[in-house]
């Protein structure tokens, strides 16, 4: 099955950047769109950004517009996140997560069939 291990999470303080990293294992990594979510103490889950299978078509949360930016290198199986301008209200565990044979951009959960272990951002004031 895939595999999907990510890195690059921490503690920044506000105003700072963060890039996040998630690699693909296990699998040729074609025809999948990729997501972040993010979920912070005593709430919902939440889709931060996705991304399709080429990168030509993106989606980003109302939230994080114009402040994050999700990227992929299908040759190095890789998704991003870069993430500017930092809040306190940033704070969360982010997942990333493959859907399989959605090569479009999705925003629909139940797609989403494989996910990382998750990684914790913090953001001070």
């Known amino acids: 099955q895939v595999q999907l291990v990510e890195s690059g999470g921490g503690l920044v303080q506000a105003g700072g950047s963060l890039r996040l990293s998630c690699a693909a294992s296990?699998?040729?990594?074609?025809?999948?769109?990729m997501g972040w979510f993010r979920q912070a103490p005593g709430k919902e889950r939440e889709l931060v950004a996705a991304i399709s299978w080429s990168g030509s078509s993106t989606y980003y949360a109302d939230s994080v517009k114009g402040r994050f930016t999700i990227s992929r290198d299908n040759t190095k199986n890789t998704v991003y996140l870069q993430m500017n301008s930092l809040k306190p209200e940033d704070t969360a565990v982010y997942y990333c997560?493959?859907?399989?044979?959605?090569?479009?951009?999705?925003?629909?959960?139940?797609?989403?069939?494989?996910w990382g272990q998750g990684t914790q951002v913090t953001v001070s004031s």
């Open positions: 997560a493959a859907a399989p044979f959605s090569p479009v951009v999705t925003t629909t959960p139940i797609k989403y069939h494989y």
């Open positions: 296990g699998r040729t990594f074609s025809s999948y769109s």
